[in-house]
């Protein structure tokens, strides 16, 4: 179906993922409403679907991707375009109002100043500060906020946007957009059936190259009974080795980063409190990967033993120890999750009968 108000511009198509909402948002282009709210789980492209909107909301062109205030929109340089994180709920009363500021501000040379708040589930007590604002921007401001869930404190903002669901992405569309960025096919294959439809998983699974030597570590722990002590202390050290490995690739990258941060201190360019905060990031993001880590290799276990990826012998009895391995992935994740060691539990996990 093609109409005039079929508008399909660019720089949205240009995101390669929710393909989909490239005609619904870019319909909203000719006479958008003053605040909307990306729904979505994590990893669902909502967040670059924001600046993406953003661009095509302040391009002079409708979304060209190509202008200067395309560009500078997707570099995270335009002065008319406000990004607000709120990671871990951290919004302060200060930064709520510091956002109404801009939000009250004219745009600068463009149509409209477009405010956009991300993981605004966490808003809690600045709630109310925002609502009012969000109820009655200036004519010229657009809100949009991105969020995982609509939390309670959140429902009356919700109630005041246009909602804009995102859903998982479709296994098929993340494969054609890792591939269309580089990656080889098969490990793109692979990242996409494991992803649960969250492209930012999948780009984690690619990410250093460990990909093929995860699929092969875990698949082996799931088929391979250890015959031994001693072999089921080789397999849970290799594991964990593994594990050790990846978290310690990015902490490299992540200290690089950090290193050339505070280059940029020592030239007035940063300040303190934000190499701090990006410590703090730093230590979170690693400790949560380690345990993502883990989740990812039960996935991988539960997937090899899957009965519809073996095609072999007894079907019964092979969708019973499936749910059998599913049992004490639980365990072992509920284990690990209350501070059990990572050899105790991954121990008890692959030295039970299967
Ligand atoms: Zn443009």
């Known amino acids: 179906m093609s109409t005039e108000g079929d508008r399909r511009p660019p ?9 989909g909402l490239v005609s619904v948002l870019g319909a ?3 006479s958008p409403r003053h605040a909307y709210l990306f729904l979505g789980p994590p990893g669902s492209g909502k967040e670059e679907w924001a600046i993406g909107f953003a661009a095509a909301l302040v391009c002079p062109n409708g979304g060209c991707g190509e202008c200067g205030d395309c560009r500078s929109v997707l570099a995270g340089m335009h002065p008319d375009v406000n990004v607000f994180a709120n990671r871990d709920g951290s919004m302060s009363v200060d930064d709520a109002r510091r956002a109404i500021k801009y939000a009250s501000l004219s745009p600068s040379g463009t149509r409209y100043r477009v405010v956009v708040m991300e993981e605004f589930e966490n808003i809690g007590r600045v709630a109310p500060v925002l609502l009012k604002a969000i109820e009655e921007p200036p004519p010229s401001t657009i809100y949009v906020i991105v969020a995982s869930v609509v939390g309670n404190e959140m429902a009356t903002i919700a109630s005041r946007c246009v909602k804009v669901d995102f859903p998982p992405v479709d296994a098929a569309e993340i ?12 490990e793109a ?15 984690e699974l690619l ?7 995860r699929l092969s570590l875990w698949g082996s722990a799931a088929r391979d009974h250890p015959q031994s002590g001693f072999e089921l202390m080789r397999s849970v050290g290799g594991l964990i080795g593994f594990v050790d490995d990846v978290v310690a690739e990015r902490k490299r990258k992540g200290e690089a ?4 941060l505070r280059e940029r201190v020592a030239k007035g360019g940063v300040t ?9 990031d730093l230590t ?9 880590e883990f989740e990812l290799g039960f996935a991988i276990m539960l997937r090899e033993m899957h009965p519809g990826m073996r095609g072999e012998g007894d079907l019964g009895a092979a969708y019973q120890a499936h749910s059998r391995l599913q049992q004490r992935v639980g365990v072992a994740m509920r284990r690990l999750a209350a501070g059990v060691s990572e050899v105790t539990a991954l121990g008890a996990l692959l030295g039970e009968q299967p």
């Not at 720089?11 to 393909?19: A, D, E, F, N, S």
């Not at 990410?207 to 030597?213: P, S, T, Y």
């Not at 979170?284 to 993502?292: A, G, T, V």
């Open 11 to 19: 720089v949205l198509v240009r995101l390669g993922i929710q393909t």
């Open 28 to 30: 909203h282009l000719l």
């Open 175 to 186: 494969e054609t957009y890792l591939v269309s960025r580089g990656a080889e096919p098969e």
């Open 189 to 203: 294959s692979t990242a996409a059936q494991l992803c649960g439809g969250s492209l930012a998983k999948a780009q």
């Open 207 to 213: 990410a250093g190259g460990f990909l093929l030597r």
């Open 257 to 260: 980063d950090l290193a050339e």
């Open 272 to 280: 303190r409190g934000a190499i701090k905060e990006a410590e703090a």
């Open 284 to 292: 979170r993001e690693l400790k949560w990967l380690r345990r993502s």
